[in-house]
Protein backbone atom coordinates (compact mmCIF):
# COMPACT_ATOMS: atom_id res chain seq x y z
CA UNK A 1 0.00 0.00 0.00
CA UNK A 2 1.44 3.39 -1.19
CA UNK A 3 2.10 5.81 1.71
CA UNK A 4 0.01 8.87 1.66
CA UNK A 5 0.32 12.24 3.42
CA UNK A 6 -2.53 14.40 4.21
CA UNK A 7 -2.38 18.23 3.38
CA UNK A 8 -0.03 20.19 5.54
CA UNK A 9 -3.08 22.20 6.33
CA UNK A 10 -4.97 19.19 7.96
CA UNK A 11 -2.09 18.15 10.00
CA UNK A 12 -1.62 21.25 11.53
CA UNK A 13 -5.12 20.85 12.75
CA UNK A 14 -4.52 17.55 13.88
CA UNK A 15 -2.63 18.77 16.77
CA UNK A 16 -4.67 18.54 20.50
CA UNK A 17 -6.97 15.25 19.51
CA UNK A 18 -9.84 13.60 18.98
CA UNK A 19 -12.65 13.00 21.61
CA UNK A 20 -15.74 12.77 19.79
CA UNK A 21 -17.95 10.27 21.03
CA UNK A 22 -21.65 10.97 19.77
CA UNK A 23 -24.75 9.50 20.99
CA UNK A 24 -28.00 9.72 19.42
CA UNK A 25 -31.04 10.64 22.12
CA UNK A 26 -33.93 9.40 19.85
CA UNK A 27 -35.56 6.88 18.09
CA UNK A 28 -37.39 8.81 15.63
CA UNK A 29 -36.40 10.51 12.47
CA UNK A 30 -36.36 13.68 14.48
CA UNK A 31 -33.67 13.92 17.00
CA UNK A 32 -29.91 15.16 17.98
CA UNK A 33 -26.79 13.52 18.88
CA UNK A 34 -24.00 15.39 20.96
CA UNK A 35 -19.79 15.28 20.24
CA UNK A 36 -17.31 16.17 22.29
CA UNK A 37 -15.22 18.46 22.15
CA UNK A 38 -11.94 18.02 24.26
CA UNK A 39 -9.93 20.85 26.51
CA UNK A 40 -7.67 22.46 24.02
CA UNK A 41 -8.44 20.33 21.57
CA UNK A 42 -9.75 19.74 18.31
CA UNK A 43 -12.97 17.17 16.86
CA UNK A 44 -13.98 16.29 13.52
CA UNK A 45 -17.99 16.80 13.32
CA UNK A 46 -20.11 15.71 10.65
CA UNK A 47 -23.14 16.52 9.74
CA UNK A 48 -25.53 13.89 9.69
CA UNK A 49 -29.15 15.54 9.92
CA UNK A 50 -31.34 18.10 7.84
CA UNK A 51 -32.29 21.12 9.42
CA UNK A 52 -36.09 22.96 9.21
CA UNK A 53 -37.10 23.40 5.67
CA UNK A 54 -34.71 21.83 4.23
CA UNK A 55 -34.99 19.31 1.33
CA UNK A 56 -31.93 19.87 -0.82
CA UNK A 57 -29.39 17.52 1.47
CA UNK A 58 -27.69 20.73 3.22
CA UNK A 59 -28.30 21.80 6.65
CA UNK A 60 -28.94 25.87 7.59
CA UNK A 61 -26.02 27.65 7.91
CA UNK A 62 -23.20 26.76 10.37
CA UNK A 63 -24.55 29.54 12.64
CA UNK A 64 -27.83 27.34 13.37
CA UNK A 65 -26.57 24.09 12.85
CA UNK A 66 -24.41 23.87 15.88
CA UNK A 67 -25.59 24.63 19.69
CA UNK A 68 -23.74 24.54 23.03
CA UNK A 69 -20.60 25.49 21.82
CA UNK A 70 -18.72 28.22 23.99
CA UNK A 71 -18.69 32.18 23.40
CA UNK A 72 -16.35 34.93 24.99
CA UNK A 73 -17.18 38.27 24.79
CA UNK A 74 -13.55 39.01 24.81
CA UNK A 75 -12.94 36.70 21.71
CA UNK A 76 -10.33 34.39 23.74
CA UNK A 77 -11.89 31.28 24.93
CA UNK A 78 -14.93 31.07 22.03
CA UNK A 79 -15.35 28.04 19.79
CA UNK A 80 -13.78 28.15 16.43
CA UNK A 81 -14.83 26.11 13.69
CA UNK A 82 -12.56 25.08 10.25
CA UNK A 83 -14.35 24.47 7.19
CA UNK A 84 -12.03 23.22 4.70
CA UNK A 85 -12.52 23.93 0.95
CA UNK A 86 -10.07 22.91 -2.07
CA UNK A 87 -7.02 21.97 0.53
CA UNK A 88 -7.22 25.43 2.51
CA UNK A 89 -9.09 26.48 5.92
CA UNK A 90 -11.64 29.20 6.47
CA UNK A 91 -11.93 29.49 10.30
CA UNK A 92 -14.52 31.48 12.17
CA UNK A 93 -15.10 32.25 16.10
CA UNK A 94 -18.87 31.31 17.92
CA UNK A 95 -20.45 34.07 19.96
CA UNK A 96 -23.39 34.45 21.54
CA UNK A 97 -25.72 37.53 20.13
CA UNK A 98 -24.84 38.98 23.25
CA UNK A 99 -21.30 38.36 23.56
CA UNK A 100 -20.61 39.92 19.30
CA UNK A 101 -22.49 42.74 20.46
CA UNK A 102 -20.07 43.18 23.18
CA UNK A 103 -16.99 42.13 20.90
CA UNK A 104 -18.02 43.90 17.80
CA UNK A 105 -19.54 47.20 19.54
CA UNK A 106 -22.77 46.54 17.56
CA UNK A 107 -26.45 45.45 18.78
CA UNK A 108 -28.86 42.74 17.11
CA UNK A 109 -26.09 40.21 16.74
CA UNK A 110 -27.69 36.62 16.83
CA UNK A 111 -26.17 33.19 17.88
CA UNK A 112 -23.40 32.16 15.17
CA UNK A 113 -20.06 32.28 14.33
CA UNK A 114 -18.21 35.52 12.78
CA UNK A 115 -15.46 36.26 10.89
CA UNK A 116 -12.74 39.03 12.53
CA UNK A 117 -15.31 42.10 11.05
CA UNK A 118 -18.29 41.16 12.95
CA UNK A 119 -20.15 39.71 10.01
CA UNK A 120 -22.46 36.66 10.77
CA UNK A 121 -21.16 33.81 8.59
CA UNK A 122 -24.03 31.78 7.00
CA UNK A 123 -22.15 29.40 4.69
CA UNK A 124 -24.16 26.06 4.97
CA UNK A 125 -22.70 22.85 6.19
CA UNK A 126 -24.26 20.59 3.73
CA UNK A 127 -25.33 17.13 4.96
CA UNK A 128 -22.53 14.14 5.00
CA UNK A 129 -20.32 17.07 5.53
CA UNK A 130 -17.78 17.70 8.26
CA UNK A 131 -16.36 20.81 9.92
CA UNK A 132 -13.45 20.72 12.34
CA UNK A 133 -14.50 22.29 15.91
CA UNK A 134 -11.81 23.76 17.94
CA UNK A 135 -12.23 24.45 22.05
CA UNK A 136 -9.70 26.60 23.20
CA UNK A 137 -10.88 26.63 26.67
CA UNK A 138 -8.62 24.54 29.15
CA UNK A 139 -11.02 23.90 31.98
CA UNK A 140 -12.84 21.04 29.68
CA UNK A 141 -14.20 19.25 26.91
CA UNK A 142 -17.17 21.44 25.12
CA UNK A 143 -20.51 19.59 23.60
CA UNK A 144 -21.70 20.58 20.10
CA UNK A 145 -25.42 19.26 19.45
CA UNK A 146 -26.70 18.78 16.35
CA UNK A 147 -30.50 18.82 15.74
CA UNK A 148 -32.55 18.33 13.13
CA UNK A 149 -34.59 15.12 11.20
CA UNK A 150 -33.06 11.92 9.51
CA UNK A 151 -34.49 12.07 5.78
CA UNK A 152 -36.00 8.64 4.83
CA UNK A 153 -34.00 8.86 1.16
CA UNK A 154 -31.27 7.88 -1.12
CA UNK A 155 -28.50 9.78 -0.56
CA UNK A 156 -25.64 10.66 -3.22
CA UNK A 157 -22.92 12.28 -2.58
CA UNK A 158 -20.31 13.65 -4.85
CA UNK A 159 -16.55 12.91 -4.24
CA UNK A 160 -14.31 14.91 -6.45
CA UNK A 161 -10.70 14.47 -6.96
CA UNK A 162 -9.01 15.03 -4.26
CA UNK A 163 -9.54 14.93 -0.64
CA UNK A 164 -13.20 15.27 0.32
CA UNK A 165 -14.21 15.94 4.37
CA UNK A 166 -17.27 14.25 4.58
CA UNK A 167 -19.45 11.89 6.76
CA UNK A 168 -21.88 9.44 6.46
CA UNK A 169 -25.20 11.05 5.50
CA UNK A 170 -27.02 9.35 8.27
CA UNK A 171 -26.65 9.17 12.28
CA UNK A 172 -25.45 5.59 12.90
CA UNK A 173 -22.47 4.01 13.79
CA UNK A 174 -21.63 1.07 11.01
CA UNK A 175 -18.79 0.90 8.43
CA UNK A 176 -18.41 2.90 5.02
CA UNK A 177 -18.75 -0.89 3.05
CA UNK A 178 -22.14 -1.89 4.47
CA UNK A 179 -24.90 -2.46 3.50
CA UNK A 180 -26.30 0.95 5.48
CA UNK A 181 -22.61 2.71 4.16
CA UNK A 182 -22.85 1.73 0.61
CA UNK A 183 -19.87 2.96 -0.65
CA UNK A 184 -17.95 1.32 -3.63
CA UNK A 185 -15.11 3.61 -4.35
CA UNK A 186 -12.25 3.53 -6.60
CA UNK A 187 -9.99 0.23 -6.20
CA UNK A 188 -6.87 -0.96 -8.45
CA UNK A 189 -5.50 -4.13 -7.82
CA UNK A 190 -2.06 -2.51 -8.12
CA UNK A 191 -2.52 -0.38 -5.35
CA UNK A 192 -2.33 2.44 -7.13
CA UNK A 193 -5.30 4.27 -7.87
CA UNK A 194 -7.36 3.30 -4.76
CA UNK A 195 -9.59 5.51 -2.80
CA UNK A 196 -8.27 6.25 0.53
CA UNK A 197 -9.65 7.25 4.22
CA UNK A 198 -7.80 9.23 6.75
CA UNK A 199 -9.33 8.70 10.30
CA UNK A 200 -8.63 11.40 12.84
CA UNK A 201 -7.52 9.78 15.97
CA UNK A 202 -7.26 10.24 19.52
CA UNK A 203 -3.71 12.23 20.46
CA UNK A 204 -4.18 13.86 16.62
CA UNK A 205 -3.04 10.89 15.03
CA UNK A 206 -4.26 10.05 11.28
CA UNK A 207 -4.62 6.43 10.34
CA UNK A 208 -5.16 5.74 6.33
CA UNK A 209 -6.49 2.47 4.26
CA UNK A 210 -7.06 1.87 0.85
CA UNK A 211 -10.34 0.47 -0.53
CA UNK A 212 -10.61 -2.43 -2.23
CA UNK A 213 -13.08 -4.48 -3.86
CA UNK A 214 -12.80 -7.73 -2.72
CA UNK A 215 -11.35 -9.26 -6.23
CA UNK A 216 -8.99 -6.47 -5.77
CA UNK A 217 -7.92 -7.27 -2.70
CA UNK A 218 -7.35 -10.93 -3.36
CA UNK A 219 -5.29 -10.06 -6.25
CA UNK A 220 -3.34 -7.22 -4.56
CA UNK A 221 -2.81 -9.23 -1.17
CA UNK A 222 -2.38 -12.15 -2.76
CA UNK A 223 -5.81 -13.66 -0.60
CA UNK A 224 -9.19 -15.81 -1.52
CA UNK A 225 -12.49 -14.73 -0.26
CA UNK A 226 -11.19 -11.06 0.63
CA UNK A 227 -15.08 -8.56 0.68
CA UNK A 228 -15.36 -4.76 -0.50
CA UNK A 229 -13.77 -2.90 2.17
CA UNK A 230 -10.70 -0.54 3.33
CA UNK A 231 -7.50 -2.59 4.14
CA UNK A 232 -4.03 -1.67 5.96
CA UNK A 233 -0.97 -2.36 4.03
CA UNK A 234 -1.15 -6.31 6.08
CA UNK A 235 -4.13 -6.71 4.01
CA UNK A 236 -6.39 -7.17 6.76
CA UNK A 237 -10.07 -5.19 6.86
CA UNK A 238 -10.36 -2.76 8.75
CA UNK A 239 -13.77 -3.53 10.52
CA UNK A 240 -14.59 -0.69 13.32
CA UNK A 241 -17.21 1.40 12.36
CA UNK A 242 -17.27 5.23 12.31
CA UNK A 243 -19.45 6.78 15.48
CA UNK A 244 -22.27 9.17 14.67
CA UNK A 245 -20.96 12.32 14.14
CA UNK A 246 -18.12 11.56 13.18
CA UNK A 247 -16.15 13.27 10.27
CA UNK A 248 -13.13 11.83 7.76
CA UNK A 249 -11.37 12.96 5.09
CA UNK A 250 -11.48 10.60 1.31
CA UNK A 251 -9.37 10.95 -1.38
CA UNK A 252 -9.82 10.05 -4.44
CA UNK A 253 -7.04 8.99 -6.01
CA UNK A 254 -7.85 9.68 -9.85
CA UNK A 255 -9.36 12.70 -12.23
CA UNK A 256 -13.23 12.84 -12.41
CA UNK A 257 -15.73 12.37 -10.09
CA UNK A 258 -17.56 9.24 -8.42
CA UNK A 259 -20.66 8.93 -6.56
CA UNK A 260 -21.22 7.43 -3.00
CA UNK A 261 -24.73 5.99 -3.22
CA UNK A 262 -26.67 5.29 0.81
CA UNK A 263 -30.24 4.47 1.52
CA UNK A 264 -31.81 4.54 4.42
CA UNK A 265 -35.56 3.74 5.26
CA UNK A 266 -37.11 3.42 9.43
CA UNK A 267 -38.91 0.19 9.42
Known amino acids: MKTNTLLAAAAILAVGGLAA ?11 YYNVSVPAHGFALVGNQLQNGSDTAQTNSSISTAFSGLASDPNAVTNTTIYLFNNGTYASYQ ?24 GNLITTPLVQSASAFLY ?28 FNLLALPIPVSTNLESSVGGFVGTSDPNAVNNDVIFKFGVGGVWSSYQFFTGSDADANFLA ?8 DTGGNLISSALPVGQGFFIQ ?7 YWTNSFIVQ
Open 21 to 31: QAQVYSQNVVG
Open 94 to 117: YFTGADADNNFLQSGSVNGFYDTG
Open 135 to 162: NPFTGGAVTATVVGTVPQTTNVVAIHSG
Open 224 to 231: SGSVNGFY
Open 252 to 258: HIVSGTE
